[in-house]
């Protein structure tokens, strides 16, 4: 009996999206893909991810609903081009979780992984393209079952997502570039109550701090998660410091919306950003923040001002002090 083992040491997995968020255990967070609101989902998307691409770089994206239903997946590019995988078939389709966790099949080196569709980035698309991730069925509400983050999930008929993935290849087409991919709002379920959600978002915020935001096993089964600068807002506009139960008469800046000179959402990448990404990039509508350093707050035009004050003493005390005794002070001076 023959034995082959072969070893491949140029194997590289890589997968920026629910993989990264399925990560750190606890359970799985299907996407909600929908452009319909309700309650407890008031600022609804299609599962939309933002990528930064330079030219020359290759965009790989699938998810597992592609080809399924109603599902696709749609590319806007900063030039206004808009792509879509309607027609691909299963190119772009995540079968499983071991393709969830390989990432995009690369010949000869990552034969475990899901077949991507591939989007070339040319000269003049360089920049922050926009990814929709349309579901199977839109109009059906039907919460996913409930399985743990490693588990195998089976894509439901509705309008969740198990898995969906936004990775970037170099322009050699010798590896991946991690730290690309964010988004401004992710929109979920937990598939039921108690279930813990243990996803990592790294959000940059616009003044260039960088925070880990460990979720912890918080089990908020449906939710939206997002960060900005000022949480709920007082009816003026200021931050108000304090959470709400209803969501009916709270005044937020919206996170799909373009930031304003006062009030932005932080982006939240699947990985640490990138730290080679320039400060700023084309968009679809002009341009955005990436990349800055905080700077430390410096002082000026500052001085120090005191205020003399005349302590009285008890008539009492003074006269201990000039017949020479020993004064019994104050309370408030011992």
Same mark, same amino acid.
């Given at each position: ?40 989902? &008031? ?19 699938? *998810? ?63 920049? &922050?393209?926009? &990814? ?14 409930? &399985? ?20 970037? =290849?170099?322009?050699? !087409? ?54 900005? !600068? ?12 304090? *959470? ?34 320039? @400060? ?22 500052? *001085? ?6 005349? =302590?009285?003493?008890?008539?009492? @005390? =003074?006269?201990?002090?000039?017949s020479g005794s020993r004064p019994t002070l104050p309370p408030t001076m011992q």
């Open positions: 009996m023959l034995l082959l083992f072969v070893f491949n040491p140029f194997k590289q997995t890589l997968a920026e999206g629910s993989k990264e968020m399925n990560a750190n255990g606890g359970s799985r967070a299907f996407m909600y893909s929908t452009t319909v609101p309700n309650a407890t989902n &008031i600022y609804p998307t299609l599962g939309t991810v933002k990528v930064f691409v330079r030219p020359g770089e290759t965009i790989h994206v699938g *998810s597992s609903a592609q080809g399924i239903g109603g599902g696709y997946i749609v590319l806007r590019a900063p030039n206004g081009t808009t792509y879509s995988t309607q027609n691909y078939g299963a190119t772009g389709r995540i079968t499983n979780r071991s393709q969830e966790v390989a990432g995009p099949f690369i010949l000869l080196l990552n034969l475990g992984g899901y077949a991507s569709a591939t989007f070339p980035v040319s000269n003049t698309q360089g920049g &922050i393209w926009e &990814i929709d991730f349309l579901p199977p069925n839109a109009n059906s509400t039907t919460q996913p079952a409930a &399985i743990s983050a490693s588990g195998n999930w089976t894509q439901p008929n509705t309008a969740y997502i198990a898995a969906f993935d936004v990775s970037v =290849r170099n322009t050699a !087409n010798t590896g991946w570039v991690t730290g690309r991919t964010y988004t401004n709002i992710f929109t979920g379920s937990l598939g039921n109550f108690n279930q813990p959600f243990n996803a990592l978002f790294y959000a940059l915020t616009r003044d260039g701090y960088r925070y880990t935001i460990n979720n912890n096993g918080q089990t908020g089964y449906g939710f939206s998660f997002f960060v900005n !600068n000022k949480g709920v807002q007082t009816a003026a506009g200021e931050p108000s410091y304090k *959470s709400f139960n209803d969501l009916s008469g709270f005044n937020m800046q919206d996170p799909r919306e373009e930031d304003t000179e006062t009030d932005y959402t932080a982006k939240l990448f699947f990985n640490a950003p990138d730290e080679t990404m320039p @400060t700023s990039a084309t968009t679809r509508t002009g341009t955005t923040w990436l990349i800055t350093q905080p700077t430390s707050p410096v002082a000026t035009n500052y *001085s120090f001002r005191g205020r003399k004050v005349r =302590r009285t003493w008890p008539v009492q @005390t =003074r006269r201990a002090v000039i």
